[in-house]
């Protein structure tokens, strides 16, 4: 893993990592770790930082921004960022998910998924692959509560339906959770099984906490 003075091996994806709170940044380096196996992470914590990054290092991969740190003047920023460097995918981390941050935010061409902080780090994953894959992903709403009897998926299934919230095929879940097709299909009919629905969407919206 490399920081910013260290010289990335030719192996390494080089992956941009915005946010102003270092314990933010730290899970972060360790999550793009394990998805990306050798990575060298460069580090930043404002808009200005950002901007100097991505002119210095043209060959980056990925960007995870957060929205809220400084200098992005409430994600003012992206859009300068996208227009300057339009081919870096980039991935919005951020708590900030009002409906309408969050549609200007994934109107930006480079913007590939938009990711509350509050996700699970399989949902970050899952927008981290879709980028490297050219994918945009839409965003996860969550669905009303609806009453349903207690409801238990195994949490292979609950990181398969996780993944199907995000809009991700079969092919995509199958690739981003590194296994077989023909295993997320027997997950999906499991989880058909056990919420009661019929089709992936009824899946995707249904409330599966305990009630």
Avoid: Y
Avoid at 43 to 51: N, P, Q, R, S, W
Avoid at 167 to 188: P, Q, Y
Wanted: aromatic share 2%; glycine share 6%.
């Amino acid at each position: 893993m490399a920081g910013w003075g260290d010289a990335p091996s030719t192996a390494a994806v080089t992956v941009l990592i915005a946010d102003d709170h270092a314990l933010v940044r730290d899970g972060m380096r360790s999550l793009v770790a394990a998805v990306l196996g050798e990575v060298h992470c460069l580090e930043v914590d404002d808009g200005d930082a950002l901007m100097r990054a991505a002119r210095r290092h043209p060959g980056a991969r990925l960007a995870l921004v957060d929205l809220n740190m400084p200098g992005m003047e409430r994600g003012a920023r992206l859009a300068e960022l996208a227009h300057v460097h339009p081919g870096l995918p980039l991935v919005v981390i951020s708590a900030l998910t009002s409906p309408d941050v969050v549609r200007r935010t994934l109107d930006i061409a480079s913007v590939h998924a938009f990711v509350p902080k509050s996700a699970p780090s399989v949902q970050i994953s899952a927008a981290i692959h879709a980028a490297l894959l050219g994918h945009k992903l839409p965003f996860a709403h969550r669905a009303p509560q609806a009453r349903r009897p207690e409801v238990v998926l195994t949490p292979r299934m609950e990181e398969v339906r996780q993944l199907l919230r995000q809009g991700m095929s079969n092919k995509l879940i199958a690739r981003t959770l590194g296994i077989s097709e023909g295993t997320v299909k027997n997950h999906m009919s499991e989880i058909f099984k056990a919420l009661q629905v019929s089709n992936r969407t009824q899946a995707a919206q249904l409330d599966a906490e305990r009630l």
